[in-house]
Structure formats: C-alpha cells, structure tokens
C-alpha cells in the first residue's frame, strides 16, 4: 500500500518557522516526483510545489516562493518542507503527494490532481 505521512505541523506566531516532514513508502521513490499542497476546509487546495526525483530541482508556487524550500532523502524515502517567514494565511492542513508528472508548474495553483496523497498535518499561524 502507497503511504505518505505528513508530519511536523503546528501552532506557530507570525514570522516564525516549521519543519515539515513526509515519509513515503509502497512506491518506488525515484520514480514520482514529491510535492505539497495545503487545503482550508471549505476552499479549493493549493499546490504549493515540488521536487523532481532525478536532479532534486524544484518548483515553487509564487505564494510561497522565497519562504518555504523542499528538499528530499532518497535514502530515506523521505522529502521536507521548510516554512519561513509564516503569514496567518499560510494557515491550512499540508500534504505531501507523488505524482509521475515531471515537477513544474502542475504542482502549483488551484485543485491540482495528483496520484498518491497522504494524512494531513495542520499548521497554524497566529498574527
């Protein structure tokens, strides 16, 4: 069974940081490219980027760009996210994804479709 668990998420004051966390398994990893997105219940989901599983290139979404950086183990099966500079609207539930598309621009926007997604983890910032 496919199996990506987010995890690192929290209550956090305006201006701080969080580590997110995704272990994947039931896949080959290097096949799929990882991503995030991050979903307000009652709103559409928000890809917020990627990282491609041959160069480790990524692609960020302009909401986050300059903030948040991604960055994966392939030894250990496992990609993060790094969130500066939090803004209240970053407020949401994140998951990671994998997804056969090459990282680029799909990852990012509004209601982006992907393969394989796992259990949430909420962030949340305070202003």
């Known amino acids: 069974d496919v199996q990506l668990q987010a995890s690192g998420g929290g209550l956090v004051q305006a201006g701080g940081s969080l580590r997110l966390s995704c272990a994947a398994s039931?896949?080959?990893?290097?096949?799929?490219?990882m991503g995030w997105f991050r979903q307000v219940p009652g709103k559409e989901r928000e890809g917020i980027g990627c990282i491609s599983s041959s160069d480790s290139k990524t692609y960020y979404a302009d909401s986050v760009q300059g903030r948040f950086t991604m960055s994966s183990d392939y030894a250990k099966n496992t990609v993060d996210l790094q969130m500066n500079s939090l803004r209240p609207e970053d407020t949401a539930v994140y998951y990671c994804t994998a997804d056969p598309e090459p990282c680029g621009y799909y990852y990012t926007g509004f209601s982006p479709v992907f393969d394989y997604w796992g259990q949430g983890t909420q962030v949340t910032v305070s202003s």
């Open positions: 039931g896949f080959t990893f290097d096949d799929y490219t």
